[in-house]
Structure formats: structure tokens, C-alpha cells
């Protein structure tokens, strides 16, 4: 991972105090608010504390190991520090260890309506030592918002999935910051993510992305707009492989400082599989050093403007009051 001080530098607009809005949100909401570690000690302690109907939760600065699942609905948690690296949530937990993907993650959200600002959720599981997926957050919820949210992990990173295929979780990730090598945005979900910076860790083959649709009538897909994409050092690093046969990833106006590999996406396991025939990969205008789309693999797209605009945020979700709270 990037050491503190490099990644204060490549946050960039996530260095900004965060906008004092949780009594305004609390009020509107007729949400209860809690504050911890000052109310309760733990994070645990405050999921369990708050009523069914979820409420807010300021989380002061400081590092909080724990392993969490948050089932309540609505539930917005802010970090209070100066910096979303200043309040870290993080465990240690590998696929290996706990029996399974999903049961790594450090942090699993089920409720519907949460948010997210100004924080860190960690997966610091040594993945050198012994290869295993390790999730940081594993996101089924519909109507989610992070803003400003650093999200850390190596293999599975941001598990970004829906409780139910036929009826996607809708996700919204906004100015967030995400790093990892294998597969580090996986899953199922609606997901749109809004000038978001994804960094991609050494390794000999990377993959930024590994959506998950089974089927054309699945409204499901993860898009990236006005993102910008870095690498530690160079290597095979790709957009994405497809997890499932119709795995729909689109990268609009994306800054691509790495070293993406030229062909930009790559089968799944290349001479076993054949998901590409079946995938939905598009870009419209990347720009910078890996921006070259002239030698994308042959079923990868090219977006035209108007193509596109079929891609953009209120298209893609239709209504976005649930994004503003």
C-alpha cells in the first residue's frame, strides 16, 4: 500500500475539512445521534445502541479495530477528524481465515439508505504472506452513498453487490479513494462512481474491476466518471476481467496516469473461459498516458457523445433525490 504521507498526496481533494452537516441531517432526518468513542467506546456498541430506524454516528478520530456488519436501515456514519485518513475502520481478516469472501470483510453493510463520509474502512490482511481474497467493505445496500471514503484492501477490495440480482443495489461513491491489484471492485451492484481515484497496487497482473451480471435483464453495472486511475509501477493491469457472462463496466472521461495495459480488458481465464463475447466494456474519451484506446482488445467499446450520455448519472439511476439525503 502507499505509505501516509504519499497518500495524503495523492488524495488531493480529499484533504478538506469535512462540511459540519450532521445536526442539519440529524433534524431533517428526526435522527438520533450518536458519538463515539465519547457515547459509546466501540463502533459495535453504537450499531446495537441505535433504533431500528438507524440514525447518525460521529466517529471521532482514531483508529477502530473491529470486525462490523451493520443490518439497520439509514444509518450515516461521519468521520471526524480533518481528513478521511484520520478515522480508520479496519480489520485483518482473509478468505482463508474466515471461511469464505464475503465473511473476510472487515466491514459488511446489509442496511438500506447508509452513508458514509470522511473515513477509512481497511482490510490490512497480509496478502504477501499468503494470497487470499480480503475484503475492506462488502456493500449490499440499496441507496448507498460514500462520500469522501478511503477503501484499502489488496485482493476484493470493495465488494460492491446486490442482495438480490433481479432487483440491484444501487450504489453512489463520490471524490472516494481505492487501491488493491486483483479483482479490487467486484460484485453485482449498481455501482456509479463519481470522480473517484483508483490506484492499483503492484503485481505482476492487476485488475481494477470484476462485475458480476448473469443475465442481459439484470440492471446492473458499475460506471466510472471523471475517475482517475494510478499504478505502483507497471505491470498487466487492466480495467477489468468479467466475473459473470454479461459483466457491464463503463469508464467515462477517466485521467488514466497508470500503466494500463494497452489492450485495456482481458478474459477471465484466458482459453478456459469466454466471457468477453457476452460483456458490455466501453470507454468514452480517456485521456492521459493510458488513455491510447487504438489497441483495446477487439470486443471492448468505443463510445460515441450521445452513446455516452446513456451513462451519466441521472441516466444511469433516473431519480437521484436519494443522493442528496
Not at 47 to 55: C, D, I, R
Not at 153 to 172: M, W
Not at 187 to 215: E, M, P, Q, Y
Request: proline letters at 4%.
Amino acid at each position: 500500500m502507499l505509505n501516509m504521507i504519499s497518500r495524503r498526496l495523492v488524495l488531493g481533494g480529499l484533504a478538506a475539512a469535512v462540511t459540519p452537516v450532521t445536526s442539519v441531517w440529524a433534524q431533517v432526518q428526526n435522527r438520533p445521534v450518536i458519538r463515539v468513542p465519547a457515547d459509546h467506546k466501540t463502533l459495535a456498541a453504537a450499531f446495537e445502541a441505535l433504533p431500528a430506524t438507524g440514525g447518525v454516528i460521529e466517529l471521532s478520530a482514531g483508529t477502530y479495530r473491529e470486525k462490523l456488519t451493520l443490518s439497520k436501515p439509514h444509518v450515516h456514519i461521519i468521520g471526524k477528524g480533518e481528513r478521511p485518513d484520520d478515522t480508520v475502520i479496519v480489520w485483518g481478516d482473509s478468505a482463508k481465515m474466515a471461511g469464505g469472501t464475503g465473511k473476510s470483510s472487515s466491514f459488511t453493510v446489509t442496511g438500506d439508505g447508509f452513508r458514509a463520509q470522511n473515513l477509512t474502512i481497511s482490510n490490512d490482511y497480509n496478502h504477501d504472506a499468503d494470497p487470499s481474497q480480503a475484503v475492506a467493505l462488502y456493500l449490499t445496500a440499496d441507496r448507498a452513498v460514500l462520500n469522501r471514503v478511503i477503501l484499502l484492501g489488496a485482493q476484493d477490495t470493495l465488494y460492491a453487490a446486490s442482495k438480490d440480482k433481479n432487483n440491484p443495489s444501487r450504489q453512489y461513491y463520490k471524490d472516494c479513494y481505492i487501491e488493491g491489484h486483483v479483482d479490487f471492485i467486484f460484485g453485482n451492484a449498481l455501482a456509479f462512481f463519481d470522480r473517484c481515484h483508483l490506484h492499483v497496487l503492484k503485481r505482476d497482473t492487476a485488475f481494477i474491476t470484476a462485475h458480476s451480471r448473469t443475465a442481459t435483464t439484470e440492471i446492473s453495472a458499475y460506471v466510472f466518471d471523471h475517475c482517475r486511475i494510478t499504478t505502483a509501477g507497471t505491470g498487466n493491469y487492466y480495467f477489468g476481467r468479467a466475473w459473470r457472462p454479461h459483466a457491464q463496466v463503463v469508464f467515462l472521461d477517466t485521467q488514466i496516469d497508470g500503466a494500463i495495459h494497452p489492450e485495456g480488458w482481458r478474459e477471465w481465464t484466458p482459453g478456459k473461459t469466454e466471457t468477453y463475447a457476452t460483456a458490455h466494456y466501453a470507454e468514452f474519451n480517456s485521456t492521459g498516458p493510458g488513455g491510447d484506446m487504438s489497441q483495446r482488445v477487439f470486443w471492448a467499446k468505443s463510445l460515441t457523445p450521445d452513446q455516452a450520455a446513456k451513462w451519466r448519472l441521472k441516466a444511469v439511476f433516473k431519480d437521484t433525490s436519494w443522493i442528496e439525503g
